[in-house]
């Protein structure tokens, strides 16, 4: 049978038809009931068995006529709930009415159906009852598009302020509404996905599971997340595919349980969860990653060379592997410990720790550890460092340390044992045997004398110097005015002709090591007195001053003062901006001064003019001098 | 108060000048001068020491040939006859270690050797002036 078609190929209207006669019962009817598009089935009156099956009712509910012949149609299509109902309708069928209703019906595999039913009784010649005519009408799809608009009323104001894409669904799993997000995500426009199946959001290798999934959800909604443990993926309208992560919320509504699908594009985070792992990668260290049970869950290349094993026997194993068997038993106590108050800190800190290579040697590590706060809860992140080149390093540090220690012993003993021979033999012979030398001869001892005694000074000065580099430090409150009151008294006890206007405050507190401090003072003291011996009214002050933008000690005298040219050169041992004639000295009292405050994390620095006396400033880390109580 | 001084010192020129310090002040005690660690003990422990006095007082340097000062102190102090003999370290050490382990070993004081002849003399003469004439020793052997 042909139809006249217009240019576009649609049937042509108002067109009188060609028909070669009408259908022959005999031949063409059951052909044309068979390929009815509609479910057209036939039961017994009395109990519902089913007698006949159309094609048609095969393609919408997916059983073949010889799996349903002579069962009840109601135990076949009818969910439990709507038994009675669909019971009473049979009886008004068989009483002569004319039932017909919308329903919803189950198919072979599980899915819903909506259908539209209508049921006839059918009687031989007699009127006796012999069939129940029922015709059903599949209209998922329609009934999809008209309670849309009944969601969408209600509901899309809502949706549209989810920041996911969102997907409502119906239980028969039909999409009825998708938000902007969602519509963008997938790339389809408005309402075109309205009372399609879901699965066109699914890529095709995947649609025949989700199918099944979405029917096991159906029976047993609830709010959870889709898959956990499995890579889900979303399909664009372009065919593209993207990893997501969905989460399902069944939502009661005015056209029955409809079901919000949630979906996330995790693209960004596995990219992100990519990144971290070439981040790791290109950690200098040897990094792991261990999970609340203390099982590996990532290492790097570093760590693989570092304890010999393939990256494949390392996950999934207890972090203990790595331990020398004796360490092992205590260290899950240590790991739970961690667990309760994870912080960025080191491993064992103060404790020598040891590491396991595949083959059975172990090495002394450093570990440092991290909490990482995931999704799948904190895992911890190891660092861990080989230290057995540190360690010898160490050793040879020590070795090296006390090489200079003993050093410093000798020149302590031995050299001044020959300058106290020296002295003490000129001071003999000046002492005894005066009377038997003339006075340039006398003056020849004095040079002797006084030169063993200068160099006597400076031995001792180079050793307090390498004292305060390998002295340890043990900081406390310090009353500089104290300590300054000790020096002056020295200082006048040795000189005690010199008139010297001391200026001091009541107390001067800093944190420093007290015998540190002691040596700062009494440095920076002795330099000012020494330069201010030729000042008629010397003025020598300690104090604290704000400058260079701190909080800093001062030591201030009115002597010789300097050329603020050479102030570079006032601090290095050995540097002397006066000869030995104007002013005698060491050269390693102001060295020591600052390496006293550098110890300390501090600094010293110094303002002078040139006979018109100079300023030792010190400034040490802490709180300031007004703050000390 | 003839008691007698035991120098323990190797630095011969270190020994000229404690003899002349100790000279000075006139104390008119025999001074006897050991060389080296080993030569002290035999002076104290060796044989027929038992027949000697003991000195008042013993000088010790602590960097000895042989057996050092520290050693030397530990066997004085070890040793039943000398357990309560006096014994200043004398040293040009500056060491705190040393001081500590001086203490540690029973010195009865422990004295820096200066430079300057002067104050050697002084040191000389409070030495003497305390150990060899104001202190009291137990009488030998006890």
């Given amino acids: 049978m042909l139809l006249k078609r217009d240019a576009e190929g649609l049937p042509l209207l108002g067109h009188p038809c060609t028909v070669a006669g009408p259908v022959s019962p005999e031949q063409d009817v059951g052909k044309l009931l068979e390929e009815f598009p509609d479910a057209l089935i036939a039961v017994t009156p009395d109990d519902g068995c089913i007698t006949f099956w159309s094609r048609g009712a095969q393609r919408v509910f997916g059983y073949t006529s010889e799996e349903v012949i002579g069962r009840s149609l109601i135990d076949v299509l009818v969910p439990l709930e709507h038994h009675e109902l669909e019971r009473q309708l049979l009886r008004t069928a068989t009483e002569g009415a004319l039932p017909a209703y919308e329903g919803v019906r189950k198919s072979k595999d599980g899915k819903t159906v909506y259908v539209d039913v209508s049921m006839r009784a059918v009687t031989d010649v007699n009127g006796a009852l012999m069939h129940i005519a029922v015709s059903k009408k599949d209209i998922t799809h329609l009934r999809s598009i008209r309670e849309s608009a009944i969601?969408?009323?209600?509901?899309?104001?809502?949706?549209?302020?989810?920041?996911?894409?969102?997907?409502?669904?119906?239980?028969?799993?039909?999409?009825?509404?998708?938000?902007?997000?969602?519509?963008?995500?997938?790339?389809?426009?408005?309402?075109?996905?309205?009372?399609?199946?879901?699965e066109v959001l699914v890529p095709e290798r995947l649609r025949t599971a989700h199918e099944a999934h979405r029917v096991g959800y159906s029976l047993d909604p609830k709010t959870r997340l889709m898959g956990a443990r499995l890579d889900l993926f979303g399909r664009r309208k372009d065919g593209s595919e993207f990893p997501a992560e969905i989460s399902l919320k069944p939502l009661r509504t005015p056209a029955g349980t409809v079901t919000t699908v949630a979906i996330r594009d995790v693209g960004d985070r596995r990219n992100a969860d990519l990144r971290f792992r070439a981040f790791l990668e290109a950690a200098p260290d040897p990094v792991m990653i261990v999970d609340r049970e203390g099982s590996i869950v990532l290492v790097n290349a570093q760590t693989e060379r570092l304890f010999g094993y393939p990256r494949n026997e390392l996950i999934g194993k207890p972090v203990e592997h790595l331990i020398p068997t004796r360490f092992r038993g205590e260290h899950p106590g240590h790991r739970l410990h961690y667990a309760l108050e994870p912080r960025p800190r080191s491993m064992g800190s103060g404790l020598k720790l040891h590491a396991l290579r595949r083959d059975g040697t172990e090495f002394p590590v450093e570990i440092s550890l991290g909490p990482i706060v995931t999704e799948v809860g904190t895992l911890v992140s190891c660092t861990i460092s080989d230290v057995t080149d540190r360690q010898r390093t160490e050793t040879a540090l020590r070795a090296a340390h006390a090489e200079l220690e003993a050093f410093s012993y000798s020149v302590a003993h031995d050299l001044r044992a020959p300058l106290r021979g020296m002295n003490g033999f000129a001071q003999i012979l000046l002492d005894e045997y005066s009377d038997k030398l003339d006075a340039a001869g006398i003056d020849c001892l004095h040079e002797i004398h006084d030169n063993a005694v200068r160099m006597g000074a400076l031995i001792d000065a180079?050793?307090?110097?390498?004292?305060?580099?390998?002295?340890?430090?043990?900081?406390?409150?310090?009353?500089?005015?104290?300590?300054?009151?000790?020096?002056?008294?020295?200082?006048?006890?040795?000189?005690?002709?010199?008139?010297?206007?001391?200026?001091?405050?009541?107390?001067?507190?800093?944190?420093?090591?007290?015998?540190?401090?002691?040596?700062?003072?009494?440095?920076?003291?002795?330099?000012?007195?020494?330069?201010?011996?030729k000042t008629p009214h010397a003025r020598i002050e300690l104090g604290t001053a704000n400058t260079e933008g701190v909080s800093a000690y001062f030591v201030r005298d009115n002597g010789a003062g300097f050329d603020m040219a050479h102030k570079s050169k006032l601090f290095g041992p050995f540097q002397r901006l006066h000869s030995m004639t104007e002013f005698r000295g060491t050269g390693i009292g102001l060295a020591t001064a600052q390496r006293v405050a550098v110890r300390h994390g501090g600094r010293i620095w110094a303002d002078g003019v040139v006979n018109g006396g100079a300023t030792f400033y010190f400034w040490l880390p802490g709180p300031p001098a007004e703050a000390i109580q | 108060m003839n008691k007698a001084l035991l120098l323990v010192e190797d630095n011969p020129t270190d020994a000229k000048l404690l003899v002349r310090a100790f000279g000075r002040w006139n104390f008119g005690n025999e001074i006897s001068i050991a060389t080296d660690g080993a030569a002290a003990l035999e002076l104290l422990h060796g044989s027929g020491s038992e027949k000697r006095p003991l000195p008042g007082l013993v000088l010790l340097d602590l960097k000895l040939p042989r057996i050092d000062g520290l050693e030397v102190l530990r066997r004085i102090r070890e040793h039943e006859r000398t357990r309560s003999l006096p014994v200043v370290v004398l040293t040009s050490s500056r060491e705190d270690e040393d001081l500590i382990r001086s203490y540690a070993f029973g010195a009865n004081a422990y004295v820096r050797k200066p430079v300057n002849f002067t104050e050697f003399v002084d040191a000389a003469k409070t030495l003497g002036l305390f150990w060899l004439v104001l202190n009291e020793t137990p009488p030998s052997g006890a």
């Avoid at chain 1, 894409?165 to 426009?189: C, K, P, S, W």
């Avoid at chain 1, 206007?501 to 440095?523: C, G, K, T």
């Fill in chain 1, 151 to 198: 969601v969408e009323d209600k509901f899309r104001g809502i949706l549209e302020t989810a920041s996911d894409a969102m997907v409502m669904v119906d239980t028969a799993g039909r999409i009825m509404l998708m938000n902007d997000e969602a519509q963008r995500l997938f790339g389809y426009d408005g309402a075109e996905l309205s009372g399609q199946p879901v």
């Fill in chain 1, 462 to 533: 180079l050793l307090s110097l390498a004292h305060i580099s390998r002295t340890t430090l043990k900081p406390e409150r310090i009353d500089l005015t104290r300590l300054a009151q000790d020096a002056f008294k020295r200082l006048k006890a040795e000189d005690p002709q010199r008139q010297v206007e001391v200026v001091l405050p009541d107390h001067l507190w800093a944190y420093l090591d007290p015998q540190l401090a002691r040596n700062l003072i009494d440095n920076l003291l002795d330099n000012a007195w020494k330069f201010t011996g």
